[in-house]
């Protein structure tokens, strides 16, 4: 590449990516040819084998978020640096339904992002990071149990040392996420809240619905709604109950005009600081018809005036640049998408995520297992 003074980014995400080890790729490509058999003699690359057994192609194997292993024993999670979960739940919704099938889009999606390496960042997360998918949770037609399922599942994960990305799913699992998690955290728990919309009613056709999770969460003793960031809010799809909600617990609500008005990184810089404030662990919750209509049909209440994908991914990496205790990417529903764009929107705002922990240093950060944790220690929160 030739230097000059106009491309200095490009010039330095050249020379991060130079000193980039290859040692897990290497050994992953053998691994591969081992599982699958060298590829027949007619064949002259010689990393392709008989059978896919490695992101490549793209479009054949089994959906697996990133094609990353499988980890059918939930038991090792703690082996892992990161572990996606699929949370495939809507039955809190009040209108479109649907997201029960986002974590199925986001992994069919995700083939796309299989190099792991973000050119502008400079980091490669195959090499960075340990990762599984281990699945998902075991959801049922009824609410409160499977809210009771999902925080148990989060609980186990989050208890391994093991950092969550969920999968949604509509967004009342923000409620039992934050409660999977909070018990096991030595102090304050802050929530960052990315959405058009404050959920913040008590009940919503007398049942705890994607209306409402941060009400709940926010009852949480160590998650107070002082320290509730909810940001991108507004249009005409936020009903006065929810105001009277959020007006009443007195969480921190900024709306796309004050976030205009501030631009994108004084906006995190707030967020971050109001979201931390004597916190010990930050959560985030991210839904994607947060993101301008246009770009992300495939959710249940799409909303003109929402952030554009370029805003909203820097907001994510700077909100992840001060380290986070777990994430939710939730509302995709693949039924109403056009070509996937809205599950590889979702797909790519967990890998900025996960991208600026790792560019950050907060990434592979093990915490140690919680040795015989109760997994129930959310109950009565």
């Not at 195959?126 to 599942?153: H, P």
């Amino acid at each position: 590449m030739t230097d000059g003074p106009h491309n200095p980014h490009a010039q330095a995400a050249f020379r991060k990516e130079a000193q980039l080890p290859t040692t897990k790729a290497k050994a992953a490509e053998q691994h591969a040819l081992k599982m699958g058999l060298p590829g027949a003699d007619s064949i002259g690359d010689p990393t392709i084998g008989t059978f896919s057994r490695g992101p490549l192609p793209l479009y054949a194997g089994i959906s697996t978020m990133l094609k990353l292993p499988y980890l059918e024993d939930v038991r090792k999670a703690s082996d892992y640096d990161v572990g996606f979960l699929g949370v495939p739940f809507d039955i809190g919704t009040t209108f479109r339904p649907g997201t029960r099938f986002g974590p199925q889009g986001m992994r069919r999606a995700s083939t796309q992002y299989t190099s792991f390496y973000s050119f502008e960042m400079g980091v490669d997360l195959f090499e960075s990071l340990d990762m599984c998918d281990l699945g998902d949770v075991f959801t049922i037609g009824n609410i409160e149990k499977s809210f009771d399922q999902i925080s148990r599942a989060v609980a186990q994960v989050y208890t391994s040392g093991t950092f969550p990305m969920i999968m949604g799913g509509d967004h009342s699992i923000g409620y039992p996420c934050v409660r999977g998690i909070a018990p096991y955290v030595g102090g304050r728990v802050g929530i960052i809240h990315i959405d058009r919309h404050l959920d913040t009613l008590e009940k919503d056709m007398d049942e705890r619905m994607h209306t409402c999770p941060w009400f709940h969460a926010t009852n949480i003793p160590n998650a107070p709604p002082t320290n509730l960031v909810q940001l991108g809010i507004g249009g005409w799809q936020t009903s006065r109950a929810w105001v009277k909600g959020a007006r009443e617990k007195g969480t921190n609500v900024f709306t796309m005009d004050d976030i205009e008005d501030l631009g994108i990184a004084k906006a995190a810089e707030v967020a971050l600081e109001l979201a931390w404030k004597d916190a010990d662990a930050v959560y985030l919750s991210f839904d994607i018809d947060s993101v301008e209509a246009g770009h992300v049909p495939g959710t249940g209440w799409p909303q003109p005036g929402g952030f554009t994908p370029r805003e909203v991914l820097k907001l994510l990496r700077l909100i992840a640049a001060e380290g986070l205790c777990g994430m939710e990417c939730v509302e995709v529903a693949p039924c109403y998408d056009v070509g996937d764009v809205t599950s590889v929107m979702a797909v790519h705002a967990c890998m900025e995520v996960l991208g600026s922990l790792v560019d950050h240093g907060k990434l592979p950060a093990r915490r140690a297992p919680i040795a015989n944790a109760d997994l129930n220690a959310w109950k009565g929160t």
